[in-house]
């Protein structure tokens, strides 16, 4: 048994979608499950969709219906003998029943909403996916990824009920290997009450792990459109240089400080049952990828840099001039805590605390709301914050130069700085 995941510019069109058939065949596509992503950027789409529902626009349906033609469009270009293949109804069936949710929804929870726009992303393209591969021979099921993968309320940061999920799993897709390999949805779970939970941006890396881990598979594989783990996003650092192995805890503190190879779920499930993760090109697929294992030489490792964009830093102070203290933190911790939002870097002074987050906008105007009674609250948006682990004083020279640092902390294997953009 093994597990595939295959990410949105792996299905981005109907070349990509013949390609990903392709490597299934090269690979051997009995016993294997396949977690696939939305298409493209399908997921910025349905977004576009959510937030012009929620400001009250009414060009959500055209939107929506633009959704539409780029899949239909998809279609038309992987069939070439003029007949109406199945996919066409079925996603049209998705499109209609998101636009029927939201012509009746009484809600105003964003995240909510969120959740079941954009999750039908993943539905149309495994959707697709799936009718292809079957028609060229590639005999699949198409499983609905909400009956076997369950999750708390917590919309957008759904938390897995790993025990139900793991039983869910292993019994379901035990018999439907049986008759060939299945595609599931990446990024989604099922509510207590059956509606859609996201788990996080990127999360499909997480739903294959879970997949893994529930069925004790022999490895898991991620196929992106790198040849696998550089020590920088090429993008944004040239001279990267590709890592052959890894250990799970350098891949888990690389994800932890946003190395956005994987998702930063994505290793604990695998860790605990020691199976290796691969990372391979879709590209270059006869090619072999980087491999995260529990007993991989990292003797040689360059130094790894991690940016991550758009941070904002909130600062909190005593108003009354104290000492920030246990019952200070708990307070900030807590609150934290309850409206999912992550912090990337921490510092305390005498009478402040300061945390960098992500932007997200609606969950920090949450923490402010509820924290500005009992502490001043300064904050500083559109900053950086840079991670470079294995760190030389050449490395940080070159990528500091002439910038504006807010705080810096060093240890023995980590810096990181947060900086004006």
Do not use: C
């Not at 066409?88 to 909510?112: G, P, T, W």
């Not at 198409?142 to 793991?166: H, I, P, Q, R, S």
């Not at 994800?255 to 020691?274: F, L």
């Not at 705080?407 to 810096?415: F, L, M």
């Amino acid at each position: 048994m093994q597990v595939y995941k295959f990410g949105g510019a792996s299905v981005k069109d109907a070349a990509a979608v013949k390609n990903v058939t392709s490597i299934l065949k090269e690979n051997n596509f009995n016993e294997k499950v396949v977690v696939i992503s939305a298409m493209g950027k399908t997921t910025n789409e349905l977004e576009n969709v959510v937030n012009q529902y929620y400001a009250g626009n009414a060009d959500w349906q055209k939107s929506l219906d633009g959704v539409f033609e780029k899949h239909l469009t998809i279609i038309n270009n992987l069939y070439d003998n003029g007949n109406k293949p199945k996919a066409v109804d079925d996603v049209k069936k998705l499109i209609e029943a998101a636009r029927k949710f939201l012509a009746e929804n009484a809600s105003r929870n964003y995240n909510y909403i969120y959740d079941q726009i954009v999750s039908i992303g993943e539905y149309i393209s495994t959707t697709i996916v799936s009718d292809y591969a079957n028609s060229v021979g590639l005999k699949n099921t198409l499983l609905d990824v909400k009956e076997v993968l369950f999750t708390d309320n917590a919309y957008t940061e759904g938390k897995v009920d790993f025990k139900k999920t793991e039983e869910a799993i292993g019994k379901k897709v035990a018999e439907l290997v049986k008759t060939g390999f299945v595609i599931t949805q990446g990024f989604v779970g099922s509510t207590p009450e059956g509606f859609a939970a996201t788990l996080g941006r990127e999360g499909s890396d997480y739903t294959a792990s879970i997949f893994a881990y529930s069925l004790n598979a022999e490895r898991m594989t991620v196929w992106k459109d790198v040849e696998g783990i550089m020590n920088a996003d090429p993008k944004e650092y040239p001279e990267a240089q590709f890592i052959s192995e890894l250990t799970f805890h350098e891949a888990i503190e690389m994800t932890y400080y946003g190395a956005s190879v994987i998702h930063p779920k994505t290793i604990k499930p695998i860790q605990n049952k020691n199976i290796p993760l691969e990372v391979r090109s879709f590209v270059n697929s006869g090619k072999r990828g980087s491999v995260i294992s529990a007993n991989a030489n990292t003797n040689f490792l360059p130094a790894i840099i991690i940016w991550k964009r758009q941070q904002v830093l909130l600062s909190f102070s005593a108003k009354d001039f104290s000492f920030i203290a246990e019952d200070h933190l708990s307070k900030v911790f807590a609150t934290f805590a309850e409206n999912r939002l992550r912090i990337n870097m921490m510092q305390n002074a005498a009478i402040s605390f300061s945390i960098a987050v992500d932007f997200k906008k609606e969950k920090i105007e949450n923490v402010i709301d509820a924290l500005q009674n009992d502490f001043s609250i300064t904050r500083n948006d559109g900053l950086s914050l840079l991670t470079i682990r294995h760190y030389n004083q050449g490395i940080i020279d070159k990528l500091t130069k002439d910038k504006d640092i807010l705080v810096r902390q060093i240890s023995r294997t980590t810096i990181q700085m947060l900086m004006r953009e």
